[in-house]
């Protein structure tokens, strides 16, 4: 198994948030693109922001191009956007019935 290698590394610090957009190579034809919480007590840990996980989820993607358009993407998110803790669905229902 190969070790990853780091591709791009976006630190994106405001007044309300640490955040870390991280893309690596896993092999020639697979990348992936995670956002970490960098806060003392990881306070977004498991919350969205741009359709990412905080800590949770990866995104892949198939070329260099694809994964660094991801990132792109995620580092505008986490600059523009707030982290949104996640609203558990109940099938059929409203959120929290």
């Known amino acids: 198994m190969a070790i990853p290698q780091p591709v791009r590394r976006t630190q ?3 007044d309300t948030k640490q955040l870390t957009v991280s893309t690596v190579r896993i092999r020639a034809d ?3 693109t995670v956002v ?3 806060s003392k007590g990881k306070r977004h ?3 969205t922001i741009g359709g990412f996980v905080i800590d949770k989820q990866s995104r ?4 260099r ?3 660094l358009e991801q990132h ?4 505008d998110a986490a600059y523009a956007e707030e982290p949104q803790p996640i609203t558990e669905q109940v ?3 409203e959120p929290g019935e």
């Open 12 to 14: 994106v610090v405001t």
């Open 30 to 32: 697979y990348y992936d």
């Open 36 to 38: 970490f919480d960098d």
């Open 45 to 47: 840990s498991g919350w």
């Open 60 to 63: 892949r993607a198939a070329t």
């Open 65 to 67: 191009d694809e994964a």
């Open 72 to 75: 792109h993407d995620a580092v």
């Open 91 to 93: 099938p059929g229902g």
